[in-house]
């Protein structure tokens, strides 16, 4: 499987789960395919389910349609509601997250967080309540001063998978900061003021 977000991983595994047998063959990926859109009516072909499983070689970053409609054959509303739904389940955090982290809901609002990864990236963010986070400093990244995000929490070693980025009115498309070695330096610099 593969380690993009390490909520990817989860929702593989419960995939998984609720096809009945692990993906192996390339007939399983044809055969998933039929049966999401079967059970869904929302079609995903065989060659992004293979992509999504590392059965191929191409792993672009996968779109968060796909994990949308995966999140929903498995009873979810979409990739969301998914990864809210695990971060509150206490065997997906011991099992999967048993590294440093910082969890938005335990930031007060206006709380600095720096962030860095391969090769030498800093950003340092401002968190302005209920998981929302402005870009106040960029150092060798993609992401820009100003720029607008939401996301539940940052782990060494894990990517930071962010669906769409708020820049100058208009939304991007998704970004991922350490792709290929995860964020290498996450700490709270300011704790921000009490509500």
């Not at 007060?108 to 990236?121: C, F, Q, S």
């Not at 150092?139 to 782990?155: A, H, I, P, R, V």
């Amino acid at each position: 499987m593969a380690k993009i977000i390490p909520e990817l991983n989860y929702l593989l595994a419960e995939v998984e789960k609720r096809y009945g047998r692990r993906l192996s063959t390339s007939a399983d990926f044809e055969a998933l395919s039929v049966v999401v859109e079967h059970e869904s009516g929302e079609l995903i072909s065989a060659s992004t389910l293979k992509r999504l499983w590392g059965y191929v070689t191409l792993r672009p970053t996968p779109r968060i349609s796909t994990l949308n409609v995966l999140s929903r054959y498995i009873g979810k509303r979409d990739f969301s509601a998914f990864r809210q739904s695990i971060i509150n389940d206490g065997h997906y955090v011991s099992n999967f997250f048993s590294v440093k982290k910082i969890c938005s809901h335990d930031l007060k609002k206006g709380a600095e967080v720096l962030i860095g990864w391969a090769p030498n990236r800093l950003v340092t963010l401002r968190h302005d309540g209920n998981g929302d986070y402005t870009v106040i400093k960029s150092e060798n990244s993609k992401l820009l001063e100003g720029d607008k995000f939401k996301t539940e929490s940052f782990m060494i070693g894990y990517p930071l998978y962010i669906p769409r980025i708020l820049r100058n009115g208009e939304y991007t498309l998704s970004y991922i900061a350490g792709t290929q070695e995860g964020l290498n330096r996450v700490d709270v610099i300011s704790e921000g003021i009490d509500q």
